[in-house]
């Protein structure tokens, strides 16, 4: 079973509100991440976890705050978002950081107005 | 640095077709992987195949095959019989072996593929 599950599929919210995107694997996976993607762009890299420790943040505004609560659930936390940080949220595990295949979850589709 | 190109923006062909998705790469290690990923409208990547830099031995499954030649540094994904539900982006990536602490995968920028029926 190569599933990685996010919720919710989309999500509409204001610039004052405070949300959460939700991401579990039950691959045993070591390596957990979150990109996003803009319309006709290729994901982007934004939070690598390994092993339930931030490993890479690729210089994300501090309205995206990531959690991982334990080795099977990655959350992403929104406050204050911009109406540019609409996009496609993806979640992805892969067996251990690096180069190991990276799957990955169907995505929330995130509008900010 | 590590680099992908995927220069087919878009390619459109009417269903039966066959059609090859080009991916050129650049990398500074003689150790990387090489992925190929497919994104149908509904969003979610699904991986199609990870290739090691030692394996060149081309591979087919089903309809799809992947030609890899480090010679030209290029990886390229043929499919045979185009369906419609082939339709998708299909992005080319890149990984260099795990040895520095921001290593991670480059994605290419993608080709947009249109199967006509």
């Known amino acids: 079973d190569t599933e990685v599950t996010q919720t919710p599929k989309h999500l509409v919210m204001g610039m004052t509100n405070k949300k959460s995107l939700k991401c579990e694997q039950h691959m045993g996976h070591r390596a957990m991440y979150w990109y996003k993607q803009k319309a006709k762009k290729p994901p982007e890299l934004m939070f690598v976890y390994s092993y339930e420790k931030l490993s890479i943040n690729e210089s994300v505004p501090s309205r995206f705050s990531p959690e991982c609560p334990n080795s099977s659930l990655l959350n992403l936390h929104l406050h204050a978002l911009q109406p540019e940080d609409s996009a496609l949220y993806l979640c992805?595990?892969?067996?251990?950081?690096?180069?190991?295949?990276?799957?990955f979850g169907p995505g929330t589709r995130l509008t900010v107005l | 640095a590590q680099k992908v190109t995927q220069a087919q923006t878009e390619i459109s062909v009417v269903e039966k077709e066959d059609v090859t998705l080009d991916c050129v790469y650049e990398t500074r290690d003689t150790t990387y992987y090489l992925f190929w990923y497919k994104q149908p409208p509904s969003g979610e990547l699904v991986f199609l195949i990870r290739r090691n830099s030692f394996d060149e031995q081309n591979e087919i499954s089903g309809r799809y095959s992947w030609n890899f030649q480090k010679s030209t540094s290029s990886f390229n994904f043929t499919i045979t019989a185009s369906q419609v539900v082939d339709s998708a982006v299909y992005f080319c990536?890149?990984?260099?072996?795990?040895?520095?602490?921001?290593?991670?995968?480059?994605f290419g920028k993608g080709t947009r593929l249109h199967i006509l029926p």
């Open positions: 990536a890149l990984s260099e072996a795990p040895r520095y602490r921001d290593d991670k995968i480059i």
């Open positions: 992805a595990s892969s067996q251990e950081e690096g180069s190991d295949t990276q799957y």
